[in-house]
């Protein structure tokens, strides 16, 4: 085919892929209930009218402050959050995370090299994942040691920020500082195929993008520093790093805890911030890692395709549902994403021009996001092999290929460490996955899967996530938002035609079939997410070229901002129950942890009581958060529970598990839950077998005083 019809089919081929998914777009919108509103009352309408407000201000005072004494509007908004963190985390949490920030980017600098005349600096996102990497493989390999107190931890931070020494490094944290304040100005807006156009941006809409960029930023924050009240958060995440906090070690029994011995290593980064703020800390860094994930987004796509794509691509990925429910918890799928997000990035940029240095960046990134996660693992796998086989594709000298084997061997026994691990405990390394295959005594011998999230793994996948959400999710229709809905076939066959970010593009496709094949589930598909948004940023930048199409796709993008943001409360069941008044009012604080988890304050009265040593029956709540001690869970979490406690028939059959697990006190939801028969017989005997300390709620503290 001529160049000539070439560049004629090409836009009328993403034309008519882009019309068709605007065109399933509205036809979900008509059809289904997902325009219900969700969670807008007047009181959240005010503060998301606060938020925008605000964020106008915001931008409008970097840009006078820009233009009058060219300080970069970037910096002045940058500051601002800082302060703004600070009053609603507290200056511990906003604290320890700077320092481990500040130690992080200089251990990345270490990593990448300083800037030389011949190659720039590396991006900062890219330097801080590269560093967060390193201080995750540190504390969890440092986890089952009884080490894990807040001097030992100050001392990984110093060990990290310790090449600060060095000239080379100052001089370059110095550069990027000046590079911040004043940044250098640089025609970013031109396509790498053809850098005779530029992309069509009025300066209005680049102010409305920032707008929101802003509005959606203050608004996950606020919704960070609510108190935590999801189930996984404080039954898993949370717990993790109060129980390392509280013994200096995780070292439980996976008898009692089926997640004790998967890979956990975000929640050891949560417990090194944990040991010093508590769960603000935790809350604040995740959000942080949202942040870098989508700075990652929005540079990899600026620097390839311009400014103006990588906002919207950015912004498109910001404002997805999924998104906030993921950055307003302690929920590990942000940090593992930007792992994942950073080495896609760090392949992006370099292409075949890899370098061994790029390739150890990759593999320290990956290695970390394996040790986070199974799904962690799958993308070390595609990514990794990805990375190797570009830096491959050129002819390479002996010397070069002994050191992609040194790096290639020290990735794999970093990444697999916690897989033997787990073999070792518990005899199956992907605990409690596959244990058909690998009967652990610790869990049956079935495989383990949740039944909600399973069948669904079709060829309208996409489409019913999008409008019929809570089929994939706890959560309402819309929670996946409709930014891939309306962009992604578009970006994969942009991707296709234009012959850019094909293997991104397949390695994408890859992790949802691996995923997909077994579990249908939004939370598992989200580390890979970012990718998609590299292939929508392509697809902004062949429209922004075109003057009527740019105004075409602006106004597209605009609507589809806005129903994002409209289903923002749609990313969880209880993420439409929010007061952001209570960030500012110690007592509706309390009031409002209450309503939605009381048994966290009594869980802190056990900590006050006994400490670490006590021992807490859970029964009919699942959330051990911010216990000190050991939990003991009557669900599934306890393969012990699952073997005796459920078997009970009676008052005697509750009294003689209890003497079995030597329970010190119990954590009762009264009534009961109807899940198991335990809760109901314990509810009926749980009088006479313990002394009620206090109640909260429909949750009641008792002391055990077994006869």
């Not at 697999?416 to 295959?437: D, E, T």
């Not at 009762?668 to 809760?679: G, I, K, Q, T, V």
Request: include cysteine.
């Amino acid at each position: 085919m001529s160049a000539f019809w070439r560049s004629i089919s090409r836009p009328l081929v993403l034309d008519g892929v882009m019309l068709a998914s605007l065109a399933l777009v509205a036809m979900g919108l008509a059809t289904t209930d997902v325009l219900s509103p969700v969670g807008w009352s007047a009181t959240t309408l005010k503060a998301l009218y606060t938020v925008g407000a605000v964020a106008l201000i915001m931008v409008a005072a970097s840009q006078v402050l820009q233009r009058r004494f060219r300080i970069s509007g970037g910096m002045v908004t940058a500051l601002a959050g800082v302060f703004l963190a600070g009053a609603l985390f507290g200056l511990a949490a906003t604290a320890i995370v700077a320092m481990l920030l500040m130690a992080s980017a200089i251990a990345g600098t270490v990593v990448t090299g300083t800037a030389s005349p011949k190659d720039s600096a590396w991006p900062m996102g890219q330097r801080l994942s590269i560093g967060l990497a390193l201080v995750t493989i540190v504390v969890t390999f440092l986890s089952p040691f009884r080490v894990n107190f807040p001097g030992a931890h100050l001392a990984i931070l110093a060990l990290f920020a310790a090449p600060i020494l060095h000239a080379d490094i100052r001089r370059q944290l110095g550069a990027d500082w000046a590079d911040m304040v004043r940044p250098a100005v640089v025609p970013q807006d031109l396509m790498p195929q053809d850098r005779t156009r530029q992309s069509w941006m009025p300066q209005g809409w680049m102010l409305l993008w920032r707008v929101a960029a802003v509005a959606l930023a203050l608004f996950f924050m606020l919704h960070a520093a609510l108190p935590e009240r999801y189930h996984d958060a404080l039954a898993v995440h949370l717990y993790v790093a109060s129980y390392v906090a509280a013994h200096g070690e995780w070292s439980y029994d996976p008898g009692l805890f089926v997640f004790a011995v998967i890979p956990l290593a975000v929640d050891f980064l949560y417990a090194h911030v944990y040991l010093f703020a508590g769960e603000p800390a935790v809350k604040l860094l995740n959000y942080i890692t949202f942040l870098v994930i989508v700075a990652l987004i929005r540079g990899a796509v600026a620097r390839r395709y311009g400014a103006s794509a990588g906002l919207i691509a950015a912004l498109l990925f910001a404002s997805m549902p999924l998104t906030l429910v993921e950055s307003a918890s302690s929920f590990i799928e942000n940090p593992l994403t930007m792992w994942v997000t950073a080495a896609a990035v760090i392949i992006l940029d370099r292409g075949r021009s890899l370098t061994l240095r790029a390739v150890a960046a990759v593999m320290i990134v990956l290695a970390a996001a394996a040790l986070s996660k199974v799904h962690g693992a799958i993308a070390a796998t595609l990514l990794g092999l990805l990375a190797t086989s570009l830096y491959l594709g050129k002819r390479r000298r002996s010397i070069e290929l002994l050191g992609l084997a040194g790096c290639l061997v020290l990735a794999a026994a970093t990444a697999l460490s916690s897989y033997i691990h787990a073999y070792w405990i518990s005899g199956n390394p992907v605990f409690p996955f596959f244990n058909n295959v690998f009967k652990s005594p610790f869990y049956q011998p079935v495989q383990f899967v949740d039944g909600r999230w399973i069948n669904r793994f079709k060829l309208d996948l996409l489409y019913q996530a999008t409008f019929h959400s809570d089929h994939f999710l706890e959560a309402y229709n819309g929670a996946l938002g409709f930014s891939l809905m309306a962009f992604l076939g578009t970006g994969l066959v942009a991707a296709v035609i234009y012959r850019q970010m094909r293997w991104l593009a397949l390695a994408f496709l890859a992790f949802i079939c691996a995923i997909g094949f077994s579990t249908q589930y939004l939370r598992y598909f989200y580390p890979i997410l970012p990718v998609a948004f590299l292939l929508i940023g392509l697809v902004a930048s062949l429209y922004l070229v075109r003057p009527r199409m740019a105004l075409v796709f602006n106004l597209a993008v605009a609507v589809v901002l806005c129903l994002n943001v409209y289903k923002l409360n749609a990313g969880g069941w209880i993420m439409a129950s929010y007061d952001f008044r209570v960030l500012f009012d110690p007592q509706k604080a309390k009031r409002y942890e209450q309503a939605f988890v009381p048994e966290k304050s009594l869980l802190r009265l056990v900590n006050q009581l006994q400490g670490r040593s006590s021992r807490v029956l859970l029964s009919g709540v699942s959330s051990a958060a911010p216990l000190e001690g050991t939990a003991l869970y009557t669900s599934w979490f306890s393969k012990d529970f699952s073997d005796s406690g459920t078997a009970a028939k009676s008052g005697a059959d509750v009294e003689a598990y209890l003497h079995r697990v030597k329970p010190t006190f119990i954590v009762h939801r009264s009534p009961p839950e109807p899940s198991y028969a335990f809760h109901g017989l314990l509810d009926a005997e749980i009088g006479r077998l313990g002394r009620k300390i206090a109640t909260m709620g429909s949750v009641t503290l008792y002391e055990v005083r077994l006869p």
